[in-house]
């Protein structure tokens, strides 16, 4: 099993990736956003815990957050990995995926960051906002806060996964082909196994 995490600032191109991949590999494909939705639409007692803080504005807490997860993932027993996409987002959810995957005896076999600089997320973002839906995809302050909270507050996750090794960059800004290339550089021979 190859479990991996997807990472970047909003509009980095993260769920174009993990469509790539479901597709090569038959990975199971994990956005925290999609899971809360998915939840909440449902009504179900995790997604009423959960609308309770995102109604205040509040974040999700981790706890809430890591059981979606971990009810997601034995929904899915038999896959051949797992794209985390929108998680881990701080050091101690890092931890707590690590811990949930040691008990599923597997682990997390690299973090893959798409690296992408402001403007261009603005512009993506700018011009998906048509079709998104999303009325904070067509604000370019708004885009920017979000960005440089990324940076500020879940970009350090990258350092927990590089100081065990697992962590790459690859450069996002590229057309999608060329960043699905440099990830199957990265994922394709040990998803093999």
Do not use: C, W
């Given at each position: 099993?190859?479990?991996?995490?997807?990472?970047?600032?909003?509009?980095?191109?993260?769920?174009?990736?993990?469509?790539?991949?479901?597709?090569?590999?038959?990975?199971?494909?994990?956005?925290?956003?999609?899971?809360?939705?998915?939840?909440?639409?449902?009504?179900?007692?995790?997604?009423?815990?959960?609308?309770?803080?995102?109604?205040?504005?509040?974040l999700v807490p981790d706890e809430v957050t890591i059981a979606m997860l971990r009810k997601r993932v034995e929904q899915h027993p038999d896959v051949a990995g797992i794209?985390?996409?929108?998680?881990?987002?701080?050091?101690?959810?890092?931890?707590?995926?690590?811990?949930?995957?040691?008990?599923?005896?597997?682990?997390?076999?690299?973090?893959?960051?798409?690296?992408?600089?402001?403007?261009?997320?603005?512009?993506?973002?700018?011009?998906?906002?048509?079709?998104?839906?999303?009325?904070?995809?067509?604000?370019?302050?708004?885009?920017?806060?979000?960005?440089?909270?990324?940076?500020?507050?879940?970009?350090?996750?990258?350092?927990?996964?590089?100081?065990?090794?697992?962590?790459?960059?690859?450069?996002?800004?590229?057309?999608?082909?060329?960043?699905?290339?440099?990830?199957?550089?990265?994922?394709?021979?040990?998803?093999?196994?």
């Open positions: 099993m190859y479990n991996l995490i997807l990472f970047g600032p909003p509009g980095s191109g993260k769920g174009t990736q993990a469509d790539y991949l479901v597709k090569q590999h038959g990975f199971l494909h994990i956005s925290t956003g999609d899971m809360f939705r998915e939840e909440l639409s449902r009504d179900t007692p995790l997604g009423q815990e959960a609308r309770k803080y995102m109604d205040r504005g509040d794209i985390f996409d929108g998680f881990p987002r701080t050091d101690p959810q890092a931890a707590e995926l690590n811990d949930m995957m040691e008990e599923k005896q597997a682990s997390i076999n690299a973090l893959i960051l798409l690296d992408v600089d402001v403007d261009t997320i603005v512009q993506r973002i700018l011009g998906r906002a048509a079709t998104s839906g999303r009325a904070d995809d067509a604000k370019e302050d708004v885009i920017r806060t979000r960005y440089e909270n990324f940076i500020n507050y879940t970009a350090p996750v990258f350092d927990f996964y590089d100081r065990l090794g697992l962590a790459h960059r690859v450069n996002g800004a590229q057309s999608p082909s060329k960043v699905a290339q440099a990830i199957a550089d990265i994922v394709g021979p040990a998803a093999q196994d």
